[in-house]
């Protein structure tokens, strides 16, 4: 069955690191994206992808960015983690025939020491 | 003011209640509207989506008020495991979703 996985799902770090949270999904799907989800705020886009070498910027792109080489991987970098990127990420992708259909990763818990 | 609103609750309900969710949406130009539920501690998932006319599925209705620009979830003879979030969503162009910060429900025995 085709899914969406999440790498690591739990992470403790230290500020000023670097992180790479990784996301594969095996839909084939052109769509991907990268959410935050924190109490107060619901899900924010982060960044997202419509095929390969595609990235874009969402809502709250500041201290993120993504690379798009193939298809099934979307990994989100954090270039210097803060405390204020402590959060849980999920990723997700979706089809361009069936764009609000979204099929969500497990999640990432990240927490930045 | 938030692109999709919603009331956090939480909705707490005995088993085989009804109840509804209300959810806005600042953007008159959106396009597409989704319900999505969420467990705790989980990845959301897509329940319905709302159509214009309205659309029922199960014990599940959607309905979309374009000139108000509300969209509304009735849920009926609820049942424990509906107990979750549930989040609004709205398609304003392109491929992204917006998400509303979710309804709490609780559904108690």
């Known amino acids: 069955d085709a899914e969406i996985t999440q790498s690591p799902r739990h992470k403790i770090t230290e500020t000023g690191r670097q992180v790479t949270l990784a996301c594969h999904q095996t839909?084939?799907?052109?769509?991907m994206f990268w959410y935050r989800q924190d109490l107060g705020h619901g899900l924010r886009l982060i960044h997202y992808?419509?095929?390969?070498?595609?990235?874009n910027k969402g809502e709250v792109s500041d201290g993120y960015s993504v690379s798009r080489s193939n298809t099934e991987d979307l990994p989100l970098t954090l270039e210097s983690a803060a405390s204020s990127q402590t959060s849980v990420y999920f990723c997700?992708?979706?089809?361009?025939?069936?764009?609000?259909?979204?099929?969500f990763g497990e999640g990432s818990r990240l927490t930045v020491l | 003011r938030k692109e999709v609103e919603q009331d956090p609750g939480p909705f707490n309900v005995p088993e085989g209640a009804t109840v509804a969710f209300n959810c806005t949406y600042s953007?008159?130009?959106?396009?597409?509207f989704f319900w999505y539920r969420q467990d705790c501690r989980k990845e959301p998932k897509l329940l319905m989506s709302?159509?214009?006319s309205g659309n029922e599925d199960g014990r599940f209705t959607a309905q979309l008020n374009r000139a108000s620009q509300y969209i509304s979830l009735l849920i009926r003879d609820s049942k424990l495991s509906d107990s979750a979030t549930y989040l609004c969503?709205?398609?304003?162009?392109?491929?992204?979703?917006?998400f509303g910060g979710g309804t709490r429900l609780m559904v108690k025995p």
């Open positions: 997700a992708s979706s089809s361009t025939a069936n764009t609000g259909e979204l099929f």
């Open positions: 839909w084939n799907h052109n769509n």
């Open positions: 992808s419509y095929g390969v070498q595609d990235t």
């Open positions: 953007n008159s130009a959106s396009q597409s």
């Open positions: 709302v159509y214009s």
């Open positions: 969503v709205v398609n304003n162009a392109g491929n992204m979703l917006t």
